[in-house]
């Protein structure tokens, strides 16, 4: 039986549908900043997928396939990775990049997995629940959570509205940032310099309450800096951070269970 979906959650997708296919029909998807470029980044979240996993969810793959092709090098037992993505050229791009007989690509919107996917042991979420719509994102993890067998788990890269805080303050170039409403505090929301994209960057606590509310154990929530060479020539392509000074870009790598003795928070 297909779950009817809030009319308003409906709208909000296809929004934000429409902003990615407009921008991969512009640009391919090289005004976005790419945290699948990072070596290290990749051996991180591959090292928190158990060895033991058979189906993983790739939540909003977009057209890169740099993770996929490690996942089932490192990964004996997998049986399915399902990348989904509400972007059809995305799809089509990844299809055409990696074709293998264990993944399969899927295009709906977030809000859909849970009528079409089950029975996923990890869900992997790489800067890919980014709405401006803070309601919309609350309901895309509680989709995940549906998804998942019981002790699955979602292993996930967030923005933290407090890396561009962080630039604005320690350096005159980003201070308009504060200013302009670059930066919206208030409200947990970045303004994209390139791509012109407006999505949610949360603090620690407030990410931390809306996995909760959701019903899932938060099991870790650490920094990770993008450093490496590669991705500072990147931070200064697309934020224009300078690549031998500046301060690196960071976000939080979170893991959080299904299991979870603990009662659900009102939203």
Same mark, same amino acid.
């Given at each position: 039986?297909?779950?009817?979906?809030?009319?308003?959650?409906?709208?909000?997708?296809?929004?934000?549908?429409?902003?990615?296919?407009?921008?991969?029909?512009?640009?391919?998807?090289?005004?976005?900043?790419?945290?699948?470029?990072?070596?290290?980044?990749?051996?991180?979240?591959?090292?928190?997928?158990?060895?033991?996993?058979?189906?993983?969810?790739?939540?909003?793959?977009?057209?890169?396939?740099?993770?996929?092709?490690?996942?089932?090098?490192?990964?004996?037992?997998?049986?399915?990775?399902?990348?989904?993505?509400? +972007?059809?050229?995305? =799809?089509?791009?990844?299809? $055409?990049? /990696? %074709?293998?007989?264990?993944?399969? @690509?899927? #295009?709906?919107?977030?809000?859909?997995?849970?009528?079409?996917?089950?029975?996923?042991?990890?869900?992997?979420?790489?800067?890919?629940?980014?709405?401006?719509?803070?309601?919309?994102?609350?309901?895309?993890?509680?989709?995940?959570?549906?998804?998942?067998?019981? +002790?699955?788990?979602? =292993?996930?890269?967030?923005? $933290?509205? /407090? %890396?561009?805080?962080?630039?604005? @303050?320690? #350096?005159?170039?980003?201070?308009?940032?504060?200013?302009?409403?670059?930066?919206?505090?208030?409200?947990?929301?970045?303004?994209?310099?390139?791509?012109?994209?407006?999505?949610?960057?949360?603090?620690?606590?407030?990410?931390?309450?809306?996995?909760?509310?959701?019903?899932?154990?938060?099991?870790?929530?650490?920094?990770?800096? /993008?450093?490496?060479?590669?991705?500072?020539?990147?931070?200064?392509?697309?934020?224009?951070?300078?690549?031998?000074?500046?301060?690196?870009?960071?976000?939080?790598?979170?893991?959080?269970?299904?299991?979870?003795?603990?009662?659900?928070?009102?939203?």
């Amino acid at each position: 039986m297909t779950r009817k979906t809030n009319s308003n959650v409906v709208a909000i997708s296809k929004a934000d549908v429409a902003a990615w296919e407009h921008e991969y029909s512009l640009t391919g998807y090289t005004n976005v900043f790419n945290i699948s470029l990072d070596e290290y980044f990749l051996k991180k979240i591959i090292k928190k997928i158990p060895q033991t996993d058979r189906r993983i969810l790739i939540l909003g793959c977009g057209s890169e396939i740099n993770l996929q092709r490690k996942i089932l090098l490192s990964h004996a037992k997998i049986e399915q990775i399902v990348c989904t993505d509400g +972007s059809q050229t995305a =799809i089509k791009l990844a299809q $055409s990049n /990696f %074709s293998n007989e264990k993944i399969c @690509y899927v #295009n709906i919107a977030h809000h859909e997995i849970s009528n079409f996917i089950t029975d996923i042991d990890s869900i992997i979420v790489c800067n890919s629940i980014l709405s401006a719509s803070d309601q919309y994102n609350r309901e895309v993890i509680g989709h995940c959570y549906k998804v998942l067998k019981n +002790s699955g788990r979602l =292993i996930g890269v967030f923005p $933290s509205i /407090f %890396s561009p805080l962080e630039q604005a @303050y320690h #350096n005159k170039k980003f201070s308009n940032w504060i200013s302009d409403g670059t930066i919206d505090l208030v409200n947990s929301l970045f303004k994209e310099p390139k791509g012109d994209f407006v999505q949610s960057f949360y603090p620690p606590s407030l990410l931390k309450k809306i996995f909760e509310s959701n019903r899932f154990k938060l099991n870790s929530l650490e920094i990770i800096f /993008f450093d490496s060479y590669k991705m500072m020539q990147h931070s200064e392509y697309i934020y224009g951070i300078d690549s031998n000074n500046g301060l690196p870009v960071w976000e939080y790598l979170v893991e959080a269970s299904k299991y979870s003795l603990q009662a659900p928070v009102k939203k």
